[in-house]
């Protein structure tokens, strides 16, 4: 086991102040400081080349969060292909020809591009953002709000999975879903129904082939990359689930690793950035015991 300077001096009730790494923090970290991934919130994305692990976000987007969980009930995704994969931006999945039968799922839902801040547990952050007047993160998710108006919403970074939709803005029910591949589009935060993350299996994803197409899509259906199926975490037995723990964002654990980022102090960095945006941020996951 690595044991930390910084550790040392804690130990020790130092008066020397030590700058943590983010190694350091995950290191010091209790079990309280970590949650279980919920079976009823994660979706296991199957692909040939592996797992893909999506948790949900009810607290933001719960209609759209339960038109999912239906359509993968039904078995709707089995079968169906990643579509679209678009070089810094997005991987895009769904039904390439549109005739698919939807079973007792909607096709369209009203859209959740935001929800009321009230009763959220909001961890802020401490440095200004371009698209929001306070960025944070809610139950793991990043996450910004507007005090003037009310209204929170998940933010688009890297990893997140949104529901694709036409110009009308309630034309999406979750048919047709896409992961945030490359930089941060953060203009559409507010414009689309932002439905969870990846927590693992990123690298699924990201390096698939890029679409030759506008916008990224496959051209030809041999290019499509099938979908073996999408299940809940909840409908797999237990001894075939992936037992994931994330780290909370509401403790004192997670501030000093925000900290740890927005002033880094390992032997390589010369100059600390002294701020951070919400999609630097790293959101750790690991095995369960």
């Not at 390096?207 to 030759?212: A, D, K, Q």
């Not at 925000?258 to 010369?270: A, F, P, Q």
Request: net charge negative; charged share 25%; aromatic share 6%.
């Amino acid at each position: 086991m690595r044991i930390s300077i910084c550790s040392v001096l804690m130990a020790l009730a130092s008066p020397i102040v030590c700058a943590q790494t983010m190694q350091d923090v995950l290191e010091a970290s209790k079990p309280s400081d970590w949650r279980e991934l919920q079976p009823e919130n994660a979706l296991y994305l199957e692909l040939e080349s592996g797992r893909v692990i999506i948790e949900l976000a009810p607290e933001f987007a719960p209609r759209h969060v339960e038109n999912i969980r239906t359509l993968v009930r039904e078995r709707y995704f089995d079968g169906l292909a990643i579509i679209r994969v678009q070089d810094n931006f997005v991987a895009q999945w769904g039904d390439a020809e549109g005739h698919k039968p939807l079973g007792t799922a909607k096709k369209a839902l009203t859209a959740e591009f935001t929800r009321s801040a009230k009763g959220l547990a909001f961890t802020k952050l401490p440095d200004p953002d371009t698209y929001a007047p306070e960025i944070g993160f809610v139950s793991g998710f990043p996450a910004a709000r507007d005090r003037a108006d009310g209204t929170a919403w998940l933010t688009h970074c890297y990893g997140m999975v949104g529901v694709g939709r036409d110009t009308d803005a309630d034309s999406a029910g979750g048919t047709e879903l896409y992961v945030v591949i490359g930089h941060a589009p953060r203009q559409l935060d507010r414009n689309i129904t932002v439905v969870g993350r990846v927590v693992h299996g990123m690298e699924h994803l990201s390096s698939l082939p890029r679409g030759t197409g506008a916008l990224g899509f496959y051209e030809k259906a041999e290019q499509h990359v099938p979908i073996r199926q999408i299940r809940l975490a909840s409908e797999v037995p237990a001894s075939e689930r992936t037992p994931l723990e994330l780290l909370r964002t509401d403790t004192p654990t997670f501030e000093a690793l925000v900290e740890s980022r927005r002033n880094r102090r390992d032997e390589w960095y010369k100059v600390p950035a002294g701020r951070i945006d919400v999609c630097s941020v790293p959101l750790p996951v690991r095995a369960r015991d």
